[in-house]
């Protein structure tokens, strides 16, 4: 069974950074591509951040580009997002997703972010 196990959530304050981890328990984690997703109460969760198998493509919601980046490290099944000058309009539960073919679709148990003075 795939597992993602994110850690690096909190709280912080409107300018501040924080970084989130995302562990695979499995090796497909190198040929699967990695995002992170958020979601407010009482809306779709939402795309933040793609990255490729091996990184050569990366997207970003327009909301968060030039503030988040997203990472990876195949050799420790970790997806990273760095996340700089916060503001409160971020704050929401953070998920990460593996995703591989159509074989496998599998989601984190999220992480809640809060930016607030």
């Known amino acids: 069974q795939v597992k993602l196990v994110e850690s690096g959530g909190g709280s912080v304050q409107p300018g501040g950074s924080l970084r989130l981890s995302c562990a695979a328990s499995?090796?497909?984690?190198?040929?699967?591509?990695m995002s992170w997703h958020r979601q407010v109460p009482g809306k779709q969760r939402e795309l933040v951040a793609s990255?490729?198998?091996?990184?050569?493509?990366?997207d970003y919601a327009d909301s968060v580009k030039g503030r988040f980046t997203i990472s990876r490290d195949n050799a420790e099944n970790t997806v990273y997002l760095q996340m700089n000058n916060l503001r409160p309009e971020d704050t929401a539960v953070y998920f990460c997703?593996?995703?591989?073919?159509?074989?496998?679709?599998?989601w984190g148990q999220g992480t809640q972010i809060t930016v607030s003075s």
């Open positions: 990255i490729t198998p091996l990184g050569g493509s990366i």
């Open positions: 499995t090796d497909i984690f190198s040929v699967s591509t």
């Open positions: 997703n593996l995703r591989h073919a159509s074989v496998y679709n599998v």
